[in-house]
């Protein structure tokens, strides 16, 4: 059998890989042992039973607010991925989730009720009514004695001190605080003196905040015919409530600020319309001043609105002579154009170039057969007297003779053609000569 020999990082880098793949999304529930909460925020816990443990680490972006309530002996329910501390070769649990034990089934119910209320079309957003810009009056249902009241009130006083504020005390919490909440709500809608309504309460554990996840306050927050908007713990505590109202706020004083204008901003904003009026008071009366200036112009004498009636014919007596003029000269400079068109197309005086053009020719004719007459009696001239050069006359002329023979007359060109003894006829420039061959002599 062959023996895998592993480095100590190596083991511990494989060990880490196959239990993360293993174990990626686990839930447990045990108690708290060992809390530590340094200075970087981390929590370190272990979580134990009767008989294991399991060391835990929380990092501090995976931390709520409820989290900081942590201690040693907690029932807890958590959620998380298993890994390995490569450095020590701790096996350890990455929490992502922690709550206390009793919530898992109060959180299956919240569920559960939510995709019913849902489906019911409790939290559909295009049924949601808009909160009115400047409340006369605002209901405040919530404890009579928890801080969101303080937290409101303080709010209310500093931005909008105008409206008034009626309040309607429920409890917040316990067994009949969802009925009381209800019936705080339709009893605000009954009297019809507010014209938006508040539901608060500060921060607590889901089992803290039950009383606005119950199906009764949900549908009374629903069925309410002026807008609510609820403010209830903490920003990640989110209720059937919330989800229902025509408007969430994180926290009650931000409930508070939803409702109501700032009264800073209201002055801001006086003092810019003032501005504008101003600015537009300006505006229309400078606008008036230039009508009023422009009526007036037009409200001169008659005599000088008589001489621009004048001066106005004149003007338009002198463009039409202008025009008359212009239409005058135009018509000429066609006509003398027409007319030199015609000359130019007129038979006579086609007639005319084309008997000028014969004339030339036949005078070019003429002095072509001149000039070629002349050269043909010229040429004609060197032939003669080439010919004369080579006439017998001229060649006997210059003492050469010519030969025949008695018999037949044919011209003797050869010696071969006689034999001694032969007469032949000897013939000159002047007259001629018979004679017999004495003797031949062969050609050299």
């Not at 993360?20 to 200075?39: H, Y």
């Amino acid at each position: 059998m062959t023996r895998v020999i592993y480095q100590v990082s190596e083991f511990t880098e494989q060990a880490r890989r196959l239990v993360e793949s293993e174990f990626d999304n686990v839930w447990l529930t045990g108690e708290i042992s060992n809390l530590a909460t340094p200075a970087s925020g981390h929590i370190y816990f272990s979580l134990k039973d009767k008989n294991a443990q399991v060391r835990c680490a929380m990092f501090r972006n995976r931390r709520s607010n409820r989290n900081g309530q942590l201690k040693n002996g907690d029932a807890v329910l958590l959620s998380g991925s298993a890994s390995i501390y490569e450095p020590r070769g701790d096996f350890q649990l990455i929490v992502d989730y922690i709550e206390p034990a009793g919530e898992g089934e109060l959180r299956r119910r919240f569920e559960l009720l939510k995709a019913k209320l849902a489906q019911q079309g409790l939290f559909d957003p295009k049924r949601r009514k808009a909160l009115p810009g400047m409340p006369q009056c605002i209901g405040l249902i919530t404890s009579p004695s928890g801080a969101a009241l303080h937290d409101i009130t303080v709010t209310l006083a500093r931005r909008f001190p105008l409206a008034d504020v009626v309040r309607y005390p429920v409890m917040v919490q316990g067994e009949s605080a969802c009925q009381q909440i209800a019936d705080a709500l339709d009893k605000a809608n009954n009297e019809q003196r507010c014209d938006v309504l508040i539901l608060a309460r500060g921060g607590g554990s889901l089992e803290d905040l039950w009383a606005f996840n119950e199906e009764m306050v949900a549908r009374a927050v629903h069925r309410s015919k002026i807008p609510v908007v609820v403010g209830v713990g903490h920003e990640t505590d989110v209720t059937l409530a919330d989800y229902a109202a025509d408007h969430r706020a994180a926290t009650p004083t931000a409930a508070a600020e939803a409702v109501t204008p700032d009264t800073a901003e209201i002055f801001r904003t006086l003092s810019a319309l003032r501005d504008q009026m101003h600015e537009a008071m300006g505006y229309r009366f400078r606008v008036d001043a230039q009508r009023i200036d422009s009526t007036a112009r037009r409200l001169r004498h008659p005599r000088e609105r008589l001489q621009q009636q004048v001066e106005r014919i004149r003007n338009c007596r002198q463009k039409l002579c202008d025009q008359q003029l212009n239409q005058l000269s135009r018509s000429h400079s066609e006509l003398n154009h027409t007319l030199l068109r015609l000359t130019y197309c007129s038979p006579l005086q086609k007639i005319d170039l084309l008997s000028q053009g014969l004339d030339r020719c036949k005078h070019e004719i003429k002095r072509q057969l001149t000039l070629r007459l002349r050269t043909a009696l010229w040429q004609m001239g060197q032939l003669n007297e080439k010919l004369n050069a080579l006439s017998p006359s001229a060649t006997l002329g210059r003492g050469f003779a010519i030969i025949t023979t008695d018999q037949d007359g044919s011209i003797v060109r050869s010696a071969e053609q006689l034999k001694p003894g032969q007469a032949v006829t000897a013939q000159f420039a002047r007259g001629g000569a018979v004679a017999r061959i004495e003797k031949l002599k062969k050609a050299t």
